[in-house]
């Protein structure tokens, strides 16, 4: 009989053998609590389902904990796209994936075994809930959704990462099925089953929680309503919807192509659906601070302020700190990695965003991209010389004198400031802390706030951990954490908030049969507006985006890039987009960090970046089907290409 292990109110992960088909997909505990003793009680069966919860993606695999041990989804949705340069050597996993050396045999990208372990669980606990008997038969329907949904949302990890796999259904995995007879199911297959999952949950739900102290986390009626959206507008995406690479590959045994042949222009209709439905609950609404009348620090702090107020009226669902330790570690090393190194106790700096994310923010004043994006997409994304649009107001050369941070840049004092840093979105300054900032801190009390990241700067350059790009992400750091005395604060982490809802249905309205334009204008400018930019078509008179529709795909996509920054969306979306090939190829552009004074580091260079220029090939649109998997299942079907 299955076992699990029990400490208090919190269950930990079993350690699990991976030697046949099955083994993995069951957990064998000795000498512990048996299912029918976990069942019993009121106390355990929540457990247990805090157990499963326990699959879910945590903080740490999202923003770049690199090999961090729960899921080994370590840092593919920030380090691993073209929208950050971490910087450190001493965990080296995403420079092995940016360079295309890694293959069927790199396990720290396989989590094949950890997912299907999950959705085990969830197997296990949707055929056993029933039978305790201290529930009322309310809760009992309501738990059962969440097991559901947290299985499909594992699923869905699967999925995004592997393309389809293999689905068990409504039934546990069977321990006598074969290995040699194990193969996947088609993308509509999967497709199918995730989201009558889901559309289970979502009757079953509730629209609340009754207390959110206790309840904190826990899925409610529009957190499975938002995961519909994503995994549709997945589905609607060119990656998963016909796409030319996978015509007549990839045939499973039972003679299906795995992937669909042509594309279904319908499966837009039905992403966006997903996310108007989302909209209309009118439940949520994008988080403004309300504190502040200078408009600028208005859009500041709303923007930050959705990481930093806990359940505000944004956050659709979210992470929940799953013990003190984890909480502690994930806020630590994450702030740690964000402060410059040298103006604060265990400053490492790292977390380091791309040149391109740099070049990407809207300037305020004109509400235009300073990198021209019909250009970029023509001509790509050149870092040295970069395709500037002469009406954005933007400027890579020449120096502003005592200019002011606009985050309370008076107290703080003026800088000689590169004119780069000047004008930008509201989003700039709440997110990147460039070469020549203060450091913005209330608790650190006079001393030099300068952040300099050249050779002999406050932060000097060195070439083992340092700040590489010239700039650090600072958007998760509020400035009344006191650092040097271990106070890293906790913050809770989305898995959902409005913001990408309103962005899905934007992009989804301007793709399907029946188009949309002006209700994909009307969703892109709100989240612009929120900022303190203006319309969209205000800031490019001179296209007419009801008609040019490819035209709002790049704004909309360039708009993604900047709202849902380090976020854990942009590896994703290039893949989807199947953009990546030209996204994901680019050289390390950094600031000449290893000059040995201020003007100087501002030029551009790819001499500070010892590594590997960055690979993708049409082959990384799928993660592979891993060594470990083939040894045991040896008739799945592999990805293309490897």
Known sequence: MNKIKLFGLALITAAVSLTSCSDYLEVKLDDQLNLDEVFSKRATTLSYLRHIYSYLPEEAEYQGANNH???????????????????????VTYLNFRTGDWGTTTE??????????????????????DRCPELTQSEKTQMKAEARLIRAYDYFQLFRRFGPVYIWGDNRSNPTAKPESIDRHTVDENLDFMISEIDKAIADLPLDLPDETTYAGRITKGGAMALKSRILLYAASPLFNGCEL????????DGKYLFPQ?????????????AKDVIDMNKYSLYVDNTETDPMLKAIKSYQGVQFQSWNSEIIWGYWPRSVATSYYLSCFNRQRMLPPGLAKNSNGGYCASMKLFDAY????????????????????????????????YSIDGWENGW???????KFGPIKAHKSCVGRDARFYASIMANGFKFISDFLVGGNREVTFFTGGTSSYNPNDCVKSGFLWRRFLPADLDYDNGNYGEYFYWYFRLAEIYLNYAEACNEKPNR???????YLNLVRERVGLNKIEEAYPEINFLSDKDALREMIHKERMVELAFESHRYYDVRRWMTATKDLTNKN???????????ASWQRTTRVWAGADNVFEPKHYLFPIFQSQLSEMKNITQNYGW
């Open 69 to 91: 041990p729960v899921g080994g989804d370590a840092a593919v949705g920030t380090a691993m796209s073209d929208e950050a340069l971490f910087s450190w050597y001493q965990w």
């Open 108 to 129: 720290s990208y396989n989590i094949w075994a950890s997912k299907y372990v999950g959705i085990e669980q969830a197997g296990i606990f949707l055929e056993n809930v």
């Open 246 to 253: 996978y015509k007549g590959q990839m045939m499973n045994k």
């Open 262 to 274: 042509t594309p279904d222009p319908e499966k837009w209709e039905k992403a966006a659906k997903a």
């Open 362 to 393: 809207p300037m305020q004043e004109s509400g235009r991209y300073p990198i021209d994006p019909i250009q970029e997409l023509q001509n790509g994304y050149d870092a040295l010389n970069p395709q500037i649009d002469p009406k954005s107001g």
């Open 404 to 410: 002011e941070h606009p985050i309370e840049g008076s």
């Open 516 to 522: 949309q334009a002006d209700e994909s204008l009307k």
């Open 589 to 599: 552009w950094t600031l000449d960090l290893i000059a040995t004074n201020y003007e």
